[in-house]
């Protein structure tokens, strides 16, 4: 498959996905807060600093970022999905939120930003989806001043994944198909495309970066309320997953939801469902 037509899937999946991000913000962004504000911390971001963060999705971690750089800071993030762009625009709106602003980009090769005019970057759980991932580390390289720090989040190991891991024994259960969880593979993009230390790091190094370095830790991914409202997330927000829904006829599909729900209230008998993953968050230095 060529890079433009692994692009345009891609592209396609997150657009997908944008809906769903967009409704159920929250349970996406209550659950980063741990994560976002330790990758806010090595980025080191401080009162008027200029944060650029690429993959911005819905906002996250823009909030942290906007709180840690104050008045006189500017936060800006920068997505391939409009859909994604607009939602995190409302969300700033309507916090009143002045120095954040959000641009949609073609792709990861080009930010349409000055070289060195930001004083640091952020790009949390986007590399991995990223058809070029090294392009997109050199990009933020040209984008930050010397002595900037680059932090970025992905997610580890598939195994300690709740979520990966629930979805693909459910839906196991009832369509036959490869793993939903495929084995770690840095040129196929994908949730656990970058889930070795050693091949992210050595992507910062070819990109430019100095002092680079992983933290490796458990982070809450996403949360819910319910059983249900989980699910609910599942179906809208998960690209690959809405387009498998899709193929198969309403019946299978109640009966996958059913079986999920059901899990689920299992795993979770308290009420809340709060899936964690274990994440790296990795840092460089410009």
């Not at 396609?12 to 659950?31: Q, T």
């Not at 989980?230 to 006829?249: H, K, M, N, Q, T």
Request: aromatic letters at 4%; glycine letters at 8%; one cysteine or more.
């Amino acid at each position: 498959m060529s890079v433009t037509t692994l692009r345009a899937d891609k592209h396609e999946e997150w657009r997908l996905s944008a809906v769903g991000w967009v409704r159920h913000r929250a349970n996406f962004a209550d659950a980063a807060v741990p994560s976002a504000r330790r990758m806010v911390e090595l980025a080191q971001a401080g009162p008027g600093q200029r944060a650029l963060d690429l993959a911005c999705g819905v906002g996250v971690p823009a909030h942290q970022l906007a709180e840690a750089v104050g008045p006189t800071g500017y936060v800006l993030g920068l997505d391939i999905v409009a859909e994604m762009v607009d939602g995190a625009r409302a969300w700033a709106a309507a916090r009143g939120l002045t120095t954040v602003d959000f641009k949609t980009i073609p792709d990861e090769c080009d930010l349409g930003v000055e070289p060195g005019s930001f004083d640091l970057g952020t790009c949390r759980a986007g590399l991995q989806y990223m058809v070029e991932p090294g392009a997109a580390l050199r990009s933020m390289h040209t984008a930050l001043r010397p002595g900037a720090r680059m932090v970025s989040m992905t997610v580890g190991s598939p195994q300690r994944c709740t979520s990966l891991r629930i979805l693909e024994e459910v839906v196991a259960r009832h369509i036959q198909m490869p793993a939903l969880i495929p084995e770690p593979d840095k040129g196929v993009p994908g949730t656990v495309a970058l889930s070795d230390p050693a091949d992210l790091e050595a992507l910062y190094r070819e990109a430019g970066f100095t002092d680079v370095r992983t933290e490796v830790a458990d982070h809450p991914i996403v949360g819910a309320a319910s059983a249900e409202e989980y699910w609910d997330v599942c179906e809208r927000s998960a690209g690959p997953f809405i387009l498998l829904l899709r193929s198969v006829d309403d019946r299978l599909r109640a009966a996958i939801r059913a079986d999920a729900i059901a899990t689920l209230q299992t795993q979770f008998p308290a009420g809340p469902v709060v899936m964690t993953g274990e994440t790296l968050i990795t840092t460089g230095t410009r």
